[in-house]
């Protein structure tokens, strides 16, 4: 990727001072669904609730930030996403008024689809304008990459465009050689929604900065202020031509029109439980999909640019750059199974046969017991048919030590197991049977941690053999699936993802990381900053 210096850049802006053109549109249709929009918002979201429970707000929420910042037309379908189609359901779960709000937005929707977008048409005319001016090769537009087909939908019979045509990424603008006009839609933030990068208008690549944003959504304050000298703004000192667009689209008597509130600053403000959530970042991949993972993880990359075995290796995700491709294999051999040694765990024998007499004698009452005691589990039969086994690599035991504790004084005779004397104290039985247990769980897990290395070790290795085939079958359009050979000693197979972004200010349970899931569903664990967790 080719990178334009900074005597480059310095030269062009010295010749051509970048202008700002501002088009504030307005439309008393679309004020009014956003205003609905912020009503159900407020009617079904709570934020003691986690991101699940909030999922339809969340989702909601996503749903109207592309209003706001693409050229994307509301559709009613969206509804059916966000789990507000069905008018018993909602008015079940949510009341009344939740279903005033999505009958009105039905209709506002419908009306507007009709009318259309006076942003849509704005940004039509004056692209038409700015071909004529300078002509199209000498345009940008800066979008997010799924994105580009809705610009091509408004440009339809009027102008193609090509990838090139789009600027997507820090790295593409950075790469970008001087043009006469970069197109941008929505506010400029540099955290959260609508997030854009400081260097657009730290560092322009333009003559004129294009951009078309509705009436109440504002810049975030102090973006692109000077970190030397916070008094100076590059943005707020760059010129700048405002132009107020306004449709002539009229809301009925009977419904609200409100002045346009900031409704990202307001979504912003929205913010649920953090219970268990911790920071993460998100990999963006082709479909639409991504990856959470932890900030300071490694994962095995492939960085087709290098041409030394490091190509393939694992690398700390904060290293991985757009243009890389993130692995996420299956990969596994057979070791055999460890199993536990019945010497080093002569107890277990001991209180799993004193389980299996009782509960095959009186089954309900050894269960009854077990409840009485605290032992609250959903399953208990199905936990206990478990315990009395002395197969598999642990000793199969409950899996919390108070709850282990009354299995073996409240459930089971707690005399069975006579304490013993340590240094002078007296160690119940019940301790020393939980040593065993936990010895056993350290075991397998040291077995588990060192058989996942070697699968690793074997798997770059098997991987940088065929380095060269790998590199003829990836595309950056779409991820590549290889499947491992028997001859390399694994069974499964990779998987080739291209790395199209990688955005941190995210916040989400442990259990969401690592799995590859849509774009939709990942945005819902976006944070503000300065969000406390």
Known sequence: MTYISTT?????????????????????????????????????????????????ALALRMEMMKWLTSPLIPNTDFLQSCGLANELHIRHRWGEYAVREVMALKALISRYREEGSVLNKEFVQVFCNLTVEFGQDRLKIWCHRNERDLFRA??????????????????EYRSCPPVDALIRLGPLRAHGMAKTPEALITSPVYRRLVRFVWKGLTDEEEFAADPLVPEHNWLTTMRSVRHSVTDSARVGASLPVEEPADDIVFFAGTKGSDRGM??????????????????????LIFSPLRNDCDAIAYRHIIDVEEGDYLLIHDADADFGEISVDAAKAPLAAVWKKALADLYKRQSGLCVQK?????????????????????????????????????????????????????????????????????????????????????????????LRKELGHLRDMISPDGGYHHLLTPESGLAGSVRFDPVISIAPGFAAPPEEFGKPMKLLVAEQYRYESGDAL
Do not use: K
């Open 8 to 56: 480059e850049r310095m030269s062009f802006l010295a010749d051509n001072p970048p202008v700002q053109e501002l088009h504030v549109c307005d439309s008393q249709l679309f004020s009014a669904i956003r205003s609905h929009m912020r009503a159900l918002f407020a009617a079904i979201y709570s934020p003691e609730d986690d991101a699940r429970q909030n999922a339809p």
């Open 370 to 462: 077990m409840r009485d005691a605290g032992i609250s589990l959903r399953h208990l039969h199905r936990a206990v048919e478990s315990w009395m086994s002395l197969n598999g690599s642990v000793i199969h035991a409950p899996q919390r030590r108070d709850h282990f504790q009354a299995l073996l004084t409240c459930v089971i005779d707690p005399e069975l197991i006579p304490p013993r004397n340590h240094n002078g104290q007296t160690v119940p039985g019940w301790r020393l049977a939980w040593a065993e247990v936990a010895a056993s769980r350290s075991t397998a897990i040291e077995h588990g941690v060192m058989e996942s290395a070697i699968v690793n070790e074997q798997l770059i290795v098997e």
């Open 278 to 299: 911790h920071r993460c970042v998100l990999v963006e991949l082709p479909g639409d999909c991504g990856v959470l993972l932890r900030p300071g993880t490694s994962q």
């Open 154 to 171: 408004l440009l339809e019979g009027l102008a193609e465009l090509e990838d090139h045509a789009f600027i997507c990424s820090l790295a």
